[in-house]
Each structure stands twice: as C-alpha cells, then as structure tokens.
Nanobody
Framework: QVQLVESGGGLVQPGGSLRLSCAAS????????MGWYRQAPGKERELVAV???????NYVESVKGRFTISRDNAPNTVYLQMNSLKPEDTAVYYC?????????WGQGTQVTVSS
C-alpha cells in the first residue's frame, strides 16, 4: 500500500505563486512516476505535470513556463511550483504515483486563484 499526503493549497491572487507538496509513504519502488492532476468544477480530471524517478518531466501545454514539477527520491516527495497563476488554474489538485501497474492518489488540495 501507498499513502500520499498533499499540502500547500490555498487562495491566491492572479499572478501569485503557490507551492504544492506531496509526501509518499509505504511500499515505494525505485522506479515510478509521480505527478499532479487537477479537476475543476464540472470538468474532468486532467494531467498537469509528471516526473519520473529519473527526473524526466512532462507538462500540459497550458502550464508550460509557469509550473515546475520536481521531486526528492528519499523521502519520496513531489513538488509543484506554480507561478503566474490564473483564475483558470482554480481546481482541486491531486498527487499521483504510478508503479508496477498500480496507481495511487492523494486526497486532493484546493487551489483557488481569485482577486
């Protein structure tokens, strides 16, 4: 079993920054992919960014140049630095880890971008 605990969400004005963190514990294998997804009201959950255990990254087009995903492998923690936030970034952000064919999710953290 794997547990994921997110932190760092909140309310921020447009143009502001937030940093999300997600700590993974339990049976973590050395090869895995960690990522952040988000779900806005009335919309489907979408991929925001992923990072492999080898630190290869991929981003959805709408956040490129504004968000940065990073990770520590010991302990297994993934971060999402979000800059130049826009109202359309408002969503519940979920941490995710995939390893050996299994996927685990965190409970989600709310990010609200509003003046």
């Amino acid at each position: 079993q794997v547990q994921l605990v997110e932190s760092g969400g909140g309310l921020v004005q447009p143009g502001g920054s937030l940093r999300l963190s997600c700590a993974a514990s339990g049976s973590i294998f050395s090869t895995n992919v960690m990522g952040w997804y988000r779900q806005a009201p009335g919309k489907e959950r979408e991929l925001v960014a992923v990072i492999t255990s080898g630190r290869r990254t991929n981003y959805v087009e709408s956040v490129k140049g504004r968000f940065t995903i990073s990770r520590d492998n010991a302990p297994n923690t993934v971060y999402l630095q979000m800059n130049s936030l826009k109202p359309e970034d408002t969503a519940v952000y979920y941490c995710n880890i995939g390893q050996r064919g299994e996927t685990y999710w965190g409970q989600g953290t709310q990010v609200t971008v509003s003046s």
